[in-house]
């Protein structure tokens, strides 16, 4: 049995070693690094874990530990690195996930791009589930609007229902580009939507595959869903960080990467965890995100991320009254 407290400078554990055979605190070892614990005792000649965990829900000051019995329990006192952060359980799980990084967000929208529409739709159903936000899907309101599959829409671009829409948007397209303009301007519909998630046309006939049709994907948290063929964690990090760095691909402007080795649906949670986990650090980085989403948004989503220029610069012309960014 477990229980846990969360507290403004310290979390508290509290272990229940009754029946254990546990006599003082010689027979206990208690081993902490900056995100992780281990709690092994000694029963007879063998030692047994007690409780085993490499990723804590936030990161501790290691040489701060306290622990200590209290009468049939090992209380265990955890000094956190970021005090403000507040931990919704001992370890960082799906559960403890959702709670905390709803918090963080702050109402901002999560937005999710890579090659797949099919792993984009089923993460962010997973995602909206946890975080309590609004699904969306591109490619659904794109069919519904036009009554047709994307599929057609590809085969015939220039039909009534595309023209319709690039009268409603003042835009203009023509062939190959006409289906990520499309999108472009839903995503323009979406951009000042909050508490949504928002799954993306896959591959390059999306908006996001464009570098040129990001300017409303910037009003949320974006995330790259990579499929990789890396065979471990360290390799998918350095694969990752060698994208972002290249910039070759469009997806690149994404704020997280997370990679993928294969894809199965029923892994989706699997996924959706991975991008909460993603979307906390970069938050945790930089707390002043959510609020410069907020702030790009409020001032027309005119492409200046991250450099958020003043009130009065035109992204046509570049000019503006004063300098600098915000």
């Known amino acids: 049995m477990m229980q846990f407290c969360d507290g403004p400078a310290d979390v508290e554990l509290r272990l229940l070693l009754g029946g254990m055979g546990v006599e003082s605190s010689k027979d206990i070892h208690v081993d902490v690094d900056d995100n992780s614990l281990t709690v092994t005792i000694k029963q007879s000649s063998e030692s047994v874990t007690l409780m085993e965990t490499k990723q804590l829900y936030g990161r501790i000051k290691a040489g701060e530990t306290i622990w200590y019995l209290d009468d049939d329990q090992l209380v265990i006192n955890l000094r956190k690195q970021d005090q403000e952060l507040k931990w919704p359980d ?36 997973e995602l ?43 835009l203009e397209a023509e062939g190959s580009d006409s289906l990520a303009a499309a999108e472009g301007a839903v995503l323009e519909s979406l951009s000042s939507h909050v508490r949504a998630v928002v799954a993306t046309l896959g591959g390059k006939q999306g908006a996001a595959g464009r570098a040129e049709e990001w300017r409303h994907l910037y009003a949320g948290f974006t995330v790259w869903l990579s499929q990789s063929e890396a065979t471990d964690e360290d390799s998918a990090k350095d694969e990752a960080r060698k994208q972002v760095y290249d910039g070759s691909q469009a997806y690149s402007k994404a704020d997280v990467v997370v990679k993928l080795h294969g894809w199965d649906p029923t892994h989706a949670k699997i996924v959706a965890q991975a991008s909460l986990s993603a979307l906390k650090q970069l938050i945790l980085s930089d707390k002043k995100l959510p609020g410069k989403k907020s702030l790009y948004i409020r001032l027309g989503c005119r492409g200046d991320w991250p450099n958020i220029k003043p009130p009065g610069w035109d992204p046509s012309t570049g000019n503006d009254g004063n300098s600098g960014a915000m």
Request: glycine residues 10%.
């Open 128 to 170: 909206a589930v946890g975080l309590g936000y609004t699904p969306l899907d591109t490619k659904g309101l794109l069919e519904t609007f036009g009554k047709t599959s994307i599929e057609s829409f590809l085969r015939f671009p220039d039909s009534d229902y595309v023209s319709d829409l690039f009268i409603t948007s003042g």
């Open 90 to 125: 001992i370890v960082e799980s799906w559960e403890s996930l959702s709670v905390g990084v709803l918090q963080l967000l702050k109402g901002t929208s999560i937005y999710l791009v890579g090659d797949s529409s099919e792993i984009n739709h089923k993460v962010a159903q």
